[in-house]
């Protein structure tokens, strides 16, 4: 598998699986200019021969950006920067899909992927959760994967005690070898496509069709949504533009 994880395009093959899955994505105008001040961020809706709904899909890339090395914070390496968050339809309340995929080019891949639950109903978390717990488990012995964010990465980034009050119990963290390009790329696609299983399965799950899990849905998404727009990692890419 000849992949060159330093010029692949992380975003357009998340792209292509959400797009099969959902039958038509919409280009819409940002609906957050405040967020999409680096790179190039496309909004989605979905299009009129969508099979199932959603809120809305953001997609950022930012190519050639400089971003703090993890191991020694002064150096800046080269990285291509690929970002893409999914937000449910209230209607279906399928999981939350987020990737954060940074390839410092020539020496590492950092990435944070996962399918944020929206309710802790025990079914819904058998159904939703519990199959991304079991797909890492796949890709245990890939060399950067952790289960648990450790605590010298907590001092750099304090944020994400925030995000991992979201997170799932198969949510997939750490930072791999560029050398393993085409596991990282499989690990990564293998997320999306076990996503867009659920996806395509959604209009029948009568788990969806809850009204509590529904409510709280709703809820969940709000307060992720609010954490979210405090979240701040601008100094790791210290010449780029901050929020506004």
């Not at 080269?78 to 279906?92: E, G, H, Y």
Request: negative net charge; aromatic residues 8%; charged residues 30%.
């Amino acid at each position: 598998m000849g992949i060159d994880i330093d010029a692949f395009d992380v975003n357009e093959m998340i792209f292509g699986k959400l797009k099969d899955a959902y039958g038509d994505l919409k280009e819409v105008p940002s609906k957050m200019p405040a967020m999409d001040t680096m790179g190039e961020a496309k909004w989605y809706d979905p299009g009129e021969k969508a099979r199932v709904p959603f809120q809305n899909l953001r997609m950022q890339v930012i190519p050639d950006v400089e971003i703090r090395n993890l191991y020694d914070r002064e150096t800046l390496d080269v990285s291509n920067s690929f970002i893409t968050t999914l937000m449910p339809d209230d209607s279906l309340p399928l999981p939350l899909y987020v990737a954060d995929v940074d390839v410092h080019k020539g020496k590492y891949v950092h990435v944070i992927t996962d399918m944020i639950p929206l309710s802790k109903n025990q079914d819904y978390l058998k159904k939703y959760d519990e199959p991304l717990r079991q797909l890492r488990k796949k890709f245990e012995n890939l060399p950067g994967l952790v289960e648990e964010i450790p605590d010298e990465i907590h001092k750099i980034f304090p944020a994400l005690k925030q995000f991992e009050a979201f997170s799932s119990s198969g949510r997939v963290f750490g930072n791999r070898p560029v050398e393993h390009g085409p596991r990282i790329i499989d690990l990564i696609s293998s997320v999306a496509e076990l996503y867009c299983s659920f996806v395509k399965g959604s209009a029948e799950c009568e788990i969806l069709k809850n009204e509590d899990i529904k409510k709280e849905a709703v809820e969940t998404k709000g307060k992720f949504m609010m954490m979210m727009a405090q979240l701040d990692f601008s100094d790791d890419m210290p010449n780029q533009s901050k929020r506004s």
